[in-house]
């Protein structure tokens, strides 16, 4: 590995200017397949024993430290950090005057967590979603197609709850598998070590024991506790919930994942096991389809949370504190006329702040 010292790079402050350029790629890689990123992150074994202060700006380990910091799905996203592809990195970053940052606005994306830091507007709601976490077992965040539901969770709830600490959080859509795709979001966190074969393999198991009733939820629940006895409470999220009514075809496949839900946030609610919470986002056109199940209206009672358009004070503060945060300003004239321009019809401001 070719050899740079710490002079080569200037001061701390220059370090973190390469580390910002760093993490904003990344962003950019995971979003939008950046071939910026893509061009020297590639598969990656462990960066043992390679010293990367005395080449610049720390080591490979404690980069790959910070970054599972910075992303809780971290390395599962398929990123990480070889000696092969720092040098890259080292070169790329040293010979630029100052970072490219991302667009802080998602258009018509999510925000996620990676995004928390340029997701404003929705501090009440996400103040209440906390609050409500902290003291129920189901929660269920309704509200219209686009208005912000999966940015709420996943850019102002799990972070916080992160903050917080205490807290060990799964999440998933169903898709057309939902069994799979709960088994898959668990699997992490039952063995995180695994390699992406057995990762698969494991999945598949653990999906059909759950599928056929060889194996409950609450069962794997309470497996995954024991494994992290510093956790608190396991959070499993839900998200486009709607799913399970629009690719899921099979109704007895579909019930019997309704119950497996149910029975854990029953289980919950009775403290037979009160360290969990399920947490689901829902387009409030498919609500009848989930009243149309006696026991998941019994389980939704006082237990939903419906997401509106934000108000004009919001809206403001989702356009213009993002731009803040790098240091741009928008100019007031601009802000009014976006916010004249879309205040009766939020979902057309392709900002992704709703």
Excluded at 13 to 24: I, V
Excluded at 59 to 66: I, N, Q, R, S, V
Excluded at 309 to 338: F, G, S, Y
């Amino acid at each position: 590995m070719q050899q740079f010292s710490d002079e080569n790079f200037g001061e701390r402050k220059r370090e973190q200017d390469m580390a910002d350029t760093l993490q904003m790629e990344i962003y950019a890689y995971k979003k939008h397949k950046s071939a910026i990123f893509k061009k020297f992150i590639k598969t990656v074994k462990t960066t043992d024993g390679c010293d990367f202060r005395s080449q610049g700006p720390g080591k490979l380990k404690e980069l790959e430290d910070w970054l599972k910091t910075k992303y809780r799905n971290w390395p599962a996203a398929g990123l990480s950090i070889s000696s092969s592809s720092s040098v890259t990195v080292v070169e790329k970053l040293r010979h630029r005057e100052k970072a490219i940052y991302a667009c802080p606005y998602r258009g018509l994306f999510a925000f996620r967590e990676e995004d928390a830091e340029f997701f404003f507007g929705r501090e009440a709601f996400t103040n209440k979603l906390v609050a409500a976490v902290r003291k129920k077992p189901l929660v269920a965040v309704i509200g219209r197609s686009g208005s912000g539901k999966s940015s709420v969770v996943f850019a102002g709830l799990i972070p916080q709850l992160g903050q917080e600490g205490g807290y060990l959080i799964a999440d998933f859509s169903p898709k057309n598998r939902p069994f799979y795709r709960l088994a898959e979001a668990l699997i992490s966190l039952l063995e995180p070590q695994m390699s992406k074969t057995e990762r698969m393999v494991e999945t598949q198991t653990l999906a059909e024991a759950l599928q056929q009733g060889k194996l409950t939820l609450q069962k794997v629940v309470e497996g995954i506790l024991q494994e992290n006895p510093s956790a608190q409470r396991l959070l499993l999220v839900v998200d486009q919930f709607e799913e399970l009514y629009t690719l899921c075809q099979v109704s007895e496949e579909r019930q019997h994942f309704l119950d497996q839900l149910l029975e854990m946030v029953g289980a919950a609610h009775q403290k037979r096991m009160p360290n969990f919470t399920l947490v689901i986002t829902l387009r409030d056109d498919f609500l009848g389809q989930a009243l149309s199940y006696r026991p998941f209206v019994d389980a939704l009672q006082h237990s939903d949370l419906k997401l509106g358009p934000m108000n004009r004070q919001e809206l403001q503060a989702a356009i213009e504190k993002p731009a803040d945060k790098l240091k741009v300003k928008v100019e007031e004239c601009v802000t009014e006329r976006i916010l004249d321009a879309f205040i009766e019809e939020p979902g057309n401001l392709g900002l992704r702040i709703k």
